[in-house]
């Protein structure tokens, strides 16, 4: 595997604003596919793919141009997304699960049948927190979050991790 991020090993981001989910997020790096964060970006745009699967062509492929997609789970495999992303300039992907209650249990993202790959990094993130972003943002009539990764978490106190509240950690 790159050097950089182990299967198992988790990934965190803070979404910056909107404010009312201004919290850290745990996502876990796809096991054999996908390239690592070697950058690690203060203020970067999630933007939610449309549509939300992002198996073929975006009808928003121009705002994920250098910025971070958020996706959703199922309709193509999770190269085919990353693909897709890459595509459109993204510099990354995060695919939350389809099942918006998933709240604890994190999927292996593994490379499909083809012999493609891909060079910007895949993160898989819980049903609950992507349905919760995406909720916000369209709450707020926001075309994106803006969020800081990669959170470096050992060096925040306990006590000061914002963390969802709809998660056990």
């Excluded at 993130?125 to 470096?152: C, F, K, T």
Aim: charged content about 20%; some cysteine; hydrophobic content about 40%.
């Amino acid at each position: 595997p790159p050097p950089g991020l182990r299967i198992h090993e988790y990934l965190y981001f803070q979404v910056l604003s909107p404010g009312d989910i201004r919290y850290i997020f745990t996502a876990t790096p796809a096991k054999d596919f996908g390239g690592v964060f070697n950058t690690r970006y203060d203020q970067i745009h999630l933007v939610p793919a449309d549509p939300p699967e992002a198996c073929g062509e975006l009808n928003n492929g121009v705002f994920i141009q250098d910025q971070i997609a958020l996706v959703e789970r199922g309709g193509c495999s999770f190269l085919s997304k990353t693909r897709v992303i890459q595509e459109h300039g993204g510099r990354a992907v995060i695919i939350a699960d389809n099942a918006y209650d998933n709240d604890s249990f994190y999927i292996e993202m593994i490379q499909d049948s083809t012999r493609r790959t891909a060079d910007i990094p895949a993160l898989f993130l819980l049903g609950r927190d992507g349905y919760m972003i995406r909720r916000s943002l369209e709450q707020h009539g926001l075309p994106w979050a803006v969020i800081s990764i990669p959170v470096n978490v050992t060096s925040i106190p306990t006590y000061e991790m914002m963390q969802p509240p709809w998660t056990f950690w």
